[in-house]
Nanobody
Framework: VQLQASGGGLVQAGGSLRLSCAAS????????MGWYRQAPGKQRELVAT???????NYADSVKGRFTISRDNSKNTMYLQMNSLRPEDTAVYYC???????????WGKGTQVTVSS
């Protein structure tokens, strides 16, 4: 397994979850990492990305609530999700590569469900 996401679950609105994505070193180092999500009946959308230097970028819908980070020594990326809303309910995927050109590697998703 090259990318493995974990940490999803069921949480009430206003709650928090922390997602993790463990990657093999060969695809983690030197690459931009990102979190995407897909809700039922909707297209997959970008949630946040973090460059190899740690520079984050967020979708407007999660700014101020989610924080993306990475630990290059552990080949792991994180997504701290606070103030969760029912509309955040989706399968969350981690990916590596170029957001502009298309991510090269994808992990299996982890389900996040936010109840109202």
């Amino acid at each position: 397994v090259q990318l493995q996401a974990s940490g999803g679950g069921l949480v009430q609105a206003g709650g928090s979850l922390r997602l993790s994505c463990a990657a093999s070193g060969s695809i983690f180092s030197g690459k931009t990492m990102g979190w995407y999500r897909q809700a039922p009946g909707k297209q997959r959308e970008l949630v946040a990305t973090v460059t190899r230097f740690g520079t984050p970028n967020y979708a407007d819908s999660v700014k101020g609530r989610f924080t993306i980070s990475r630990d290059n020594s552990k080949n792991t990326m994180y997504l701290q999700m606070n103030s969760l809303r029912p509309e955040d309910t989706a399968v969350y995927y981690c990916a590596a590569g170029s957001p502009a050109l298309g991510m090269d590697y994808w992990g299996k998703g982890t389900q996040v469900t936010v109840s109202s």
